[in-house]
């Protein structure tokens, strides 16, 4: 069983990972410019009710992000302390949009980057890797789409987080 310690040489890890890849990026040539994002989830289906998640990426021919929750107690929110990552390429040319999304989703995507984003929960336990495609509009909103399940959405900011749809689409299977 996991102790604190292994909790926090494992954040310190991916905090490292993560650091080392913004590091890399100052070497990437002037034409692949480093663009940080931000965007913001109100996520209403923790089980401990619902929580403010946050993904900043580092964004250029390959995708840098690191996802974490954000404490809101004014609003009575749950804090998981769920962190994770992302990483990702550019795949806007060649993807092609599930039959079960809804429309607008796909007609108004402006890039889509595949790659594989993991989760590490607190408390002991591994850390869940999966294949996810990000989807941004053309209204700046990013859909997180894990693969074969469901596409959820999130907002340019929190304010706008919290007065759009919140609801993730579920996939037929």
Request: hydrophobic share 40%.
């Amino acid at each position: 069983m996991p102790t604190r310690s292994t909790r926090r040489r494992l954040w310190l890890l991916l905090t490292v990972a993560l650091a080392g890849a913004m590091l890399l990026t100052t070497a990437t040539p002037a034409a692949a410019t480093v663009r940080p994002m931000r965007w913001h989830r109100y996520n209403i289906y923790e089980p401990l009710g619902p929580s403010h998640e946050r993904l900043r990426c580092l964004t250029n021919d390959q995708w840098r992000c690191k996802y974490d929750t954000v404490p809101e107690p004014k609003l009575g929110f749950s804090n998981p302390n769920v962190i994770g990552t992302f990483v990702g390429t550019d795949v806007t040319g060649t993807w092609e949009c599930p039959d079960w999304f809804p429309a607008d989703i796909c007609d108004s995507a402006t890039r889509v980057i595949s790659g594989v984003q993991t989760f590490i929960q607190p408390g002991p336990g591994e850390p869940d890797s999966l294949d996810a495609v990000f989807i941004v509009t053309d209204d700046g909103a990013l859909w997180d789409y894990f693969v074969d399940f469901a596409v959820c959405p999130w907002y340019p900011t929190f304010e706008q987080a919290l007065t759009s749809p919140a609801e993730c689409i579920f996939g037929p299977g």
